[in-house]
């Protein structure tokens, strides 16, 4: 919406950019909706976003909002099918009007791979698939070296080979794929929603079905300076206050001569939350680390310099994060139970 908490306009970019290079190519493919200030949604968004600023993380309202831009998307797509039917009414009819459409809602941390997403985008779906299609996702916290463990699955057998090993760090939240007509009858990306009785059987029911392992990444609390400062700061996460600059570095900063060092060390911590414990990849079975490299998407495996808080090697600047030993920082008293 164009609009912030305070109610102020806020300006809006895309038309600007829109005949960039970089978007010029895919305007064919573009439906750019831009609510107008007095309208409903806005008004409703800037009070949740005040809300959540001003009470922080320990009220829910936070998680509401997250929960609201998760389904707003579909749900103004949705309405569009009447407001826009004379601008986009063909294209509108196309998506809404065929059962093999598919969509999905992943948040911009969980990544499918390039290889999954081709195989769902060309492969012929039995009239019998009963939706939606779980992407089996490793849950990966800080970089590419470390997973996190869960509980969500850990009881099913994922793996051909009988392991479950993989299954132990498995995120049952997500992506599922779903059809758009599904997704847009329910005005939600209906991401909240399980696949049926999953956790009470204790196995996979045919009738319930995913892609394999290897089709998707979920990598959280990234160690990467403007990601782990905007977390600690956001309205969502609303944590910032927990987060102190020894005088050093803002003086360093209010001087103008802040070095990476100084920037690499109060940003890239590692994972210290033992409810939610990680695990060094590479202490894991041969299978496994081939597993998450499979997931991985193409860009992150091809790039690895470009990339590198997604993928630190030993011997590039952030080496220490590729290593077991890092692991060790959190026995300090000021990473003590941090994530």
Request: glycine share 8%.
């Amino acid at each position: 919406p164009p609009i912030d908490p305070w109610m102020i306009a806020k300006p809006l970019f895309f038309n600007e950019v829109r005949r960039s290079g970089r978007f010029q190519r895919y305007l064919g493919k573009v439906m750019h909706i831009v609510l107008p200030a007095d309208d409903e949604d806005s008004r409703i968004v800037a009070r949740m976003t005040g809300d959540a600023e001003r009470m922080g993380s320990s009220d829910p309202q936070g998680w509401a909002l997250e929960a609201f831009f998760r389904k707003y998307p579909v749900h103004r797509l949705a309405a569009s099918l009447a407001r826009h039917a004379d601008s986009h009414g063909e294209l509108l009819r196309a998506i809404a009007g065929f059962d093999d459409v598919i969509a999905t809602q992943s948040d911009s941390d969980e990544l499918i791979n390039s290889e999954t997403t081709h195989h769902l985008r060309w492969c012929e779906f039995h009239d019998s698939l009963r939706w939606p299609v779980y992407v089996p996702t490793f849950a990966m916290k800080k970089n590419l070296n470390w997973m996190q463990k869960t509980e969500d699955l850990a009881h099913i057998a994922f793996d051909p080979l009988g392991s479950r090993e993989a299954s132990g760090f498995l995120m049952r939240p997500g992506p599922y794929i779903w059809t758009l007509r599904d997704m847009l009858e329910a005005r939600d990306t209906r991401r909240g929603e399980r696949m049926h009785g999953i956790r009470k059987r204790g196995f996979l029911d045919p009738a319930e079905p995913h892609v394999g392992l290897g089709g998707s990444i979920h990598i959280s609390s990234l160690a990467e300076p403007a990601a782990h400062w905007c977390k600690k700061g956001g309205i969502i996460e609303a944590s910032f206050q927990e987060t102190t600059f020894d005088s050093r570095f803002l003086d360093s900063v209010e001087n103008g001569t802040l070095s990476v060092g100084e920037v690499v060390r109060a940003s890239i911590r590692p994972w210290c939350n033992t409810d939610t414990p990680t695990v060094f990849l590479g202490s894991l079975s041969s299978h496994m680390r081939e597993l998450v490299l499979q997931a991985t998407p193409s860009v992150l495996r091809s790039n690895p310099s470009r990339y590198c808080f997604f993928s630190p090697t030993l011997d590039g600047p952030l080496g220490a994060t590729a290593t077991q030993e890092w692991s060790q920082l959190c026995k300090l008293p000021e990473f003590a139970g941090t994530g």
